[in-house]
């Protein structure tokens, strides 16, 4: 984000008149001031409340993300996908304060990762980093710290219904340390390699997409399918919930995509804008596609296609036009839904509710796409991609794809199989047959009589 | 006495209840089940996946009724959930043994009403 932080900069020397008077005035309310008058003048109170109100807003996702899985697994596995998004609430939280946030953010080592500096948030305080000069580090850590709980609830969708819930844990903890936080700090941290490359990664596309929807396909892969997959397992139990979910995504999302502005401007406008185009393009284009093919528009595939316009736009939402988001919109919508209908069955693996189609194949098409749609008009500190003469991006790009997609495959194989030597990763046949709410958590979702 | 027990499409339900009404039969208790005779299921598609149900969903109703209003009764099912095709479901007719009323304490026949 070495873009931002210069925008954002130079979009600072304009206002630095407005932000002294502000200081002058927060100088004056406060009798006895401990912070220095240059820290709080840089401190932009407009950039701080975008970016705590965004927090919230990707906050939100999660539980959003819950009801959207939650939809469309069966009745008695409901609770279970419930639970295990909202445990990533609680424990990436805890794990991002102690050592996540330091790994990710941390000042560099190698290029790889972040040091345990900030270990226990240790020096993260209300006063500007150097990630974003205008809002206190401590918005900035818990803002990112949102992104860090959305990412491995997003690979519940590969394993939903069979994986053990400690199990679910441990391997959640560690893929935290040994995948999120360095590929994070690959990309977004200073002195990070991929971020030193030049490429471009918005809001997340690489960091969270692609790395949450390939450890999704190495999950579907190693935990191997439900019992009764294909033939008996029964369709969504609430598509409501699906739609409802989808919504608080599609909702939250402006947070994640406007926010990774880290300012309230114009290229949060701009942000924002693209989401928005790019969702509601591939929502349309998806049911366009179902009515083809199956001479029927579904609610589950309009939602399923502006979730895929949503991921693919992540890594580009603030480098594009409107025109260009309605361009990766609708590209995304034709991939994503090819990805569904016929490279699933053909390759036979159980990705349960289409973590890696929609997530990964999504998140791959959109840091391409951003290669070729980018543009310096709408944002100097960015690059211009493909179709606007510059090649090389598009180049730069693949190589952060391949890096990220193989890093995130391989380490999470790995991440499984060590898990599997101490814990078992799935549950046992009969307690997937009487379903994951009763067994594992002496629930049930739906009461029978009043 | 005999029970009415009749398997129909759920969208035939609301005429059904208008004929029995009709035919002034108004004891009746209606479930929402699942069940399959020689019709197909009809299939759902979720993300591009065809999915044929081996059971459908289908309506239940139950009815209790005095010598005098079986035929009415039969007859009233028979031509209001009638569509031609397979899947118009089937009523079966059981003998009642007894019949009490809760509230009264009355049987047999008066309490069927």
Not at chain 1, 61 to 77: C, E, S
Not at chain 1, 428 to 442: A, C, F, K, N, P
Not at chain 2, 67 to 93: H, L, M, N, S
């Amino acid at each position: 984000m070495s873009h931002l932080r210069r925008l954002t900069a130079f979009l600072f020397t304009t206002e630095i008149a407005l932000c002294a008077m502000a200081a002058q005035d927060l100088a004056a309310d406060n009798a006895a001031p401990a912070q220095t008058v240059a820290s709080v003048a840089s401190l932009d109170s407009g950039d701080t409340a975008w970016v705590l109100i965004s927090a919230a807003l990707v906050l939100l996702m999660t539980p959003g993300l819950a009801f959207f899985y939650g939809g469309l697994v069966r009745k008695k596995n409901v609770l279970s996908v419930l639970m295990q998004c909202l445990m990533m609430i609680g424990l990436i939280t805890i794990h991002w304060v102690i050592c996540g946030y330091s790994l990710a953010f941390g000042p560099d080592i190698g290029g790889v990762i972040g040091g345990l500096d900030w270990a226990g948030l240790r020096g993260v305080t209300g006063e500007p980093g150097s990630y974003a000069p205008t809002i206190p580090h401590n918005v900035f850590m818990i803002y990112q710290a949102m992104f860090a709980v959305i990412t491995p609830a997003l690979i519940i969708g590969a394993f939903a219904e069979r994986m053990r819930f400690s199990s679910f844990c441990v391997f959640s903890l560690l893929w935290a340390t040994f995948v999120y936080a360095p590929v994070c700090h690959w990309v977004w941290g200073e002195g990070g390699f991929l971020r030193k490359m030049g490429a471009l990664d918005f809001a997340g596309g690489t960091v969270v997409h692609i790395n949450a929807g390939l450890a999704a396909l190495a999950a579907a892969l190693i935990l191997g399918k439900r019992h009764g997959f294909t033939k008996t397992i029964s369709p969504p139990h609430s598509l409501p919930f699906a739609v409802l979910g989808a919504s608080l995504l599609w909702f939250g999302w402006f947070g994640f995509n406007a926010g990774s502005a880290l300012s309230a401007g114009g290229l949060a406008g701009s942000a924002f804008v693209a989401t928005h185009v790019a969702a509601s393009t591939a929502a349309f284009a998806w049911a366009i596609l179902d009515s083809l093919h199956h001479s029927r528009p579904t609610a589950l595939g309009i939602i399923t296609g502006a979730v895929a316009g949503l991921v693919a736009v992540t890594p580009a939402a603030g480098f594009i036009t409107p025109l260009g988001a309605m361009g990766i919109g609708l590209s995304v919508s034709i991939i994503c839904w090819l990805s569904v209908t016929y490279m699933k069955p053909l390759l036979g693996y159980d990705d349960s509710l289409d973590a890696y189609g929609v997530h990964g194949v999504g998140g791959i098409w959109g840091a391409i796409a951003t290669g070729l749609w980018a543009s310096k008009a709408v944002n100097p500190a960015g690059a211009d991609g493909l179709f606007h003469g510059n090649p090389a991006l598009l180049v730069i790009q693949l190589k952060a794809v391949a890096v990220t997609a193989a890093y995130a495959f391989v380490c999470s194989c790995l991440l499984l199989k060590l898990v599997n030597l101490a814990l078992p990763l799935r549950v046992s046949e009969r307690e997937e047959r009487v379903g994951l709410d009763l067994s594992l958590h002496s629930e049930a979702a739906y009461t029978l009589i009043d | 006495m005999k029970y009415i027990v009749a398997v129909i499409q759920p969208d035939k339900l609301d005429a059904v209840l208008d004929r029995l009404t009709e035919k002034e039969i108004h004891l009746v208790t209606v479930t929402s089940v699942l069940g399959r005779g020689r019709q197909k299921g009809v299939s759902e598609v979720y993300r591009s996946h065809k999915e044929v149900g081996s059971l459908l969903r289908k309506v239940k109703l139950e009815i209790a009724v005095n010598e005098a209003y079986v035929q009415p009764t039969i007859e009233a099912i028979k031509t209001a959930a009638r569509t031609g095709d397979i899947g118009d479901g089937k009523i079966f007719v059981l003998d009642l043994a007894e019949c009490i009323r809760i509230r009264t304490g009355e049987t047999g026949g008066p309490a069927i009403g």
